[in-house]
């Protein structure tokens, strides 16, 4: 009898395409005896890579600091030798966020200044948003102070068609740049001109705490920004509780088009977002929400991804995590299609597999539906956070973030915190053959067991005539490990009460060779 796929069950499928985790190409610790730490990679034209972040030391890799904390950008060569190394700021605290490589082959740096002297003129008063114009050689063509007399921060940069930029932070103030500010804290997007002039800024908010944290320009010419908002008014509809991410789509000269917030009743933060090749967005933070537009919390702080159509409504969400905190911060779109995330984790369950002690950044590599293809945590026994990921022309990847202590993942650490600067390699090739077909796992989640249903007919699957028909299984978990290799009848159950929480990985292979592929999270 010809045996059929069911799907009464809930069911996950794998793609036929089963990656195993990239190595690690190299690592760099850069920086001095202070704290140091970067917050944002790009890689560049001549397939090198600048990043920048915050530097209070002023030894070791870091000369030249003005005093308290600096904008400190490296720029290093494809195997991750710096090639130049610039501190920006004054004698009070410059902390930068972001960096972008722009068509002149320059960098835009942004974050924000306390100071109002060394490299730094024109502060309004308080924290204003900062932003440098580099050319190649890290020299500074120009700077902007652009704020009020209250606190403003840059976290988000991205050049625009007509050689310009769009940056967005946050603002408190409703004087001297700022105009519109709904109260407390709102989103701030400004539109700057190649030269650094402001053509448009706009005020997006209630009247309680809004923190937009990234832009992306979208395909019709727009842009669209996200970050968390608990206010209930102003522009501000159908919050949640707490804090929501908050959506918010412009045209080209900021008037909203829509926005939208997700969550549920307690705090959600979005960190990162991007217009997908379909037209739609992804946005990426974490959530500490078990209702509303949550679902499947695994435990303190997850990751959490939401899809949404090109109209900001709600396709697919994700969460992903252990029972400890994972805070999610950078997402990419990669060249099948697919995403990889990137972030910290404080978890050593669930979807989190090999912590190496205290915090590990953590990568994860999605399918383009949101399934999980590959994991892999990164570090020490000491704290290791990362902050920005991106594929990298090789098919690779390239993380950046801070590390403490030399010891695991971790090598040449100068003091306190460091940049830390990881490239792993492309992913290898598909293990599986290409005839490998999908496997019915049920119930999906599962406690005890799970049973399997394939679509080989009773004659492929026999071992010989009269005998019992068998398949032989193969469970690994997200690093690649075998948990349990037996033969069962199709049908068969299999006894998995004694894994622990997680995503795994299945094979059940005929005896003629012929493989089925699927995958099942085992959730007490």
């Known amino acids: 009898m010809k045996r059929t796929l069911l799907l009464i069950f809930p069911l996950l499928l794998i793609s036929s395409k089963i990656y195993t985790q990239p190595a690690i190409q190299w690592q760099k610790a850069l920086g001095g005896s202070s704290y140091d730490g970067a917050n944002s990679i790009f890689q560049t034209s001549d397939n090198g890579f600048v990043t920048t972040g915050q530097a209070a030391s002023d030894d070791g890799d870091v000369i030249g600091n003005h005093g308290g904390w600096d904008f400190w950008v490296v720029k290093m060569d494809s195997s991750g030798i710096p ?48 932003v440098i114009k580099l050319d190649g050689d890290g020299a500074i063509q120009w700077q902007k102070s652009l704020g009020g007399s209250g606190w403003e921060e840059a976290w988000s940069v991205r050049q625009c068609d007509d050689g310009g930029y769009i940056v967005a932070g946050r603002s408190s103030s409703t004087d001297g740049d700022v105009t519109g500010n709904h109260g407390y804290l709102d989103y701030w997007v400004v539109k700057l001109s190649i030269s650094g002039d402001i053509e448009w800024q706009k005020s997006f908010g209630g009247s309680g705490l809004d923190l937009g944290y990234a832009i992306t320009k979208t395909s019709d010419g727009g842009y669209v920004v996200t970050g968390e908002s608990d206010s209930k008014d102003g522009d501000v509809n159908n919050n949640h509780g707490n804090s929501d991410y908050w959506v918010v789509k412009m045209n080209f000269e900021g008037k909203i088009e829509w926005e939208r917030s997700f969550g549920g009743t307690s705090i959600d933060r979005g960190n990162d977002i991007l217009q997908t090749r379909e037209g739609g967005y992804v946005v990426f933070g974490q959530t500490r929400s078990i209702n509303g537009d949550v679902t ?79 994991q892999k945590a990164l570090g020490g026994t000491g704290p290791e956070n990362g902050y920005s990921i991106q594929q990298t022309d090789d098919g690779g990847y390239i993380m950046s973030g801070d590390a403490w202590v030399s010891n695991g993942d971790v090598s040449g650490t100068h003091g306190k915190t460091d940049f830390w600067i990881i490239k792993l390699s492309p992913e290898s090739s598909p293990t599986s053959a290409p005839s490998s077909l999908p496997l019915a796992v049920f119930p999906n989640p599962a406690q005890q067991t799970i049973s399997l249903k394939t679509q080989a007919s009773s004659a492929e699957i026999s071992t010989e005539a009269g005998k019992e028909p068998s398949l032989t299984v193969r469970i690994t978990d997200l690093l690649g490990r075998e948990v349990s290799h037996q033969a069962i009848s199709d049908d068969g159950q299999i006894d998995i009460s004694a ?9 059940a292979t005929t005896p003629s060779g012929k493989v089925f592929s699927g995958k099942f999270r085992k959730q007490e």
Do not use: R
């Open 83 to 130: 090639q130049w190394k610039k501190t920006y700021g004054g004698s009070n605290n410059d902390w930068s966020y972001s960096i972008i490589q722009t068509t002149d082959e320059g960098y835009v740096v942004v974050g924000f200044t306390e100071s109002n002297d060394g490299d730094v003129s024109g502060n309004h008063g308080d924290k204003d948003m900062w």
């Open 296 to 374: 499947d919390h695994h435990g303190g702080y997850d990751w959490w991804v939401v899809k949404l159509d090109e109209t900001g409504e709600l396709e697919w969400q994700k969460t992903f995590g252990g029972s400890d905190e994972d805070f999610g911060q950078s997402i990419k779109q990669t060249v099948d299609g697919g995403f990889v995330l990137g972030g910290f984790t404080h978890s050593t369950n669930g979807d989190v597999m090999g912590n190496q002690g205290n915090v590990d950044a953590w990568i994860l590599k999605l399918t383009e539906g949101g399934e999980i293809q590959w």
């Open 499 to 507: 894994l622990p929480n997680s995503l795994y990985l299945l094979t």
